[in-house]
């Protein structure tokens, strides 16, 4: 527990740290990386470019500035950021590199405001909140179905849409570089979750890693998850390209264990008076169609509203499936929305859902954005809506 005079010096630097978050971690990633050019094989380079990471960082020392003396109440923000912590080996030797880059950079941007007694409270609780990041990896780390990245084989690559591409993987037989043996039979997946890819393109100086949400729970084919090619606003995405125009069956590419806790609700699953709501955009589609699949599994009696929206028609991923799936389903709603014929999922079709409704979410950060602030305005509740962006979690606030 950091100590009171720490406690009020922090709490009182939360001003600051509003005005002054991203430049400070603008700051701090350039520092870091220009010293320990290794970690850019670990952070994501399009969110670095974007500005993501840096707000998302900002986003995280602001709450813990803020909740310093009851870090408990952030807890599921912790065990969100964890689980990508832990999905991209993340380990306990380099958390003191964070923290000597995060103190260097409050005191590179606050110049001579920041005062010696400013630095020792945040060292301090840099140590504090880094100290609990490490408590709860480590059992992540434990419970890891397999440790840091295996190989695995491809044995299907299938068009899911125009721009997304579905692949099925397997464990690779000849094991011996990660020392331990992945029996699919024994693996239990939860939907929702997402596996973490390890690349190493030519065009690129570091090797690349990037999350891809599994679309379904089951492994009596392999581990099955989605890639949406990302070329979008002339960004070339490093991995996604790759992975579409050079990964193929009988390939070989690296992974880490499912990690994430976007997932159903199971108290909730086995009854029918609360509908599920799942809501999504693109590719967003994944892990809801994992958990559509998990759902009819269940129970196929409870209420489900199904809502999808993308670019057009070529784009509509995994048609075929969905509709497979809520056939098995009794009692069903089905909505699709095309931007290209300007069909609109704004705040006025959102105030159609029922209340209440357990609603789940996922897609862009623009449209996890506007679905998010559309569904708090109608005035559902924060435990009734969840949700699994595709970008750094802690940017779209809490």
Known sequence: MASPKTLEIVTATVPVL?????????????????????????????????????????????????????????????????????????????YPIVGKHLIGAIKEVLGEAANDDIIDAWTEAYDEIASVFIQIEHGMYKEAMWQSFAP????????????????????????????????????????????????????????????????????????????RRDNRNEHHGLVSNYMHDQLEVGDTVLLSAPAGDFALNQDLVQQNEIPLVLMSAGVGVTPVLSMLEAQVLANPKRPIIWVYACQSEAHHAFNTEVNKLLKKAETVEKHVFYFESGQLLDEAWLATLPEPADIYVCGSMPFMESMIDGLVTLDHGVDSVHYEPFGPKMSLGG
């Open 18 to 94: 509003e005005e002054h978050g991203t430049a400070i971690t603008t700051v701090f990633y350039k520092n870091m990386f220009e010293e320990h050019p290794e970690l850019l094989d670990i952070f994501n380079e399009t969110n670095q470019k974007l500005g993501r990471q840096q707000t998302a960082l900002a986003t995280t020392v602001l709450a813990a500035a803020k909740h310093l003396d009851k870090l408990a109440t952030l807890l599921p923000q912790v065990t969100q950021i964890s689980h990508k912590h832990r999905a991209l080996q993340i380990l306990p030797e380099h």
């Open 152 to 227: 695995f084989v491809v044995t299907k690559k299938v068009a899911a849409a125009t721009d997304i591409a579905a692949f099925t993987v397997v464990p690779a037989k000849d094991n011996a570089e990660s020392h331990q043996q992945i029996d699919l039979s024994k693996l239990t997946l939860t939907a929702g979750q997402y596996i973490t890819v390890k690349t190493d393109p030519k065009d690129s100086d570091h090797v690349a890693l990037r999350h891809y949400s599994l679309y379904s729970a089951s492994t009596d084919a392999g581990i099955q998850f989605a890639v």
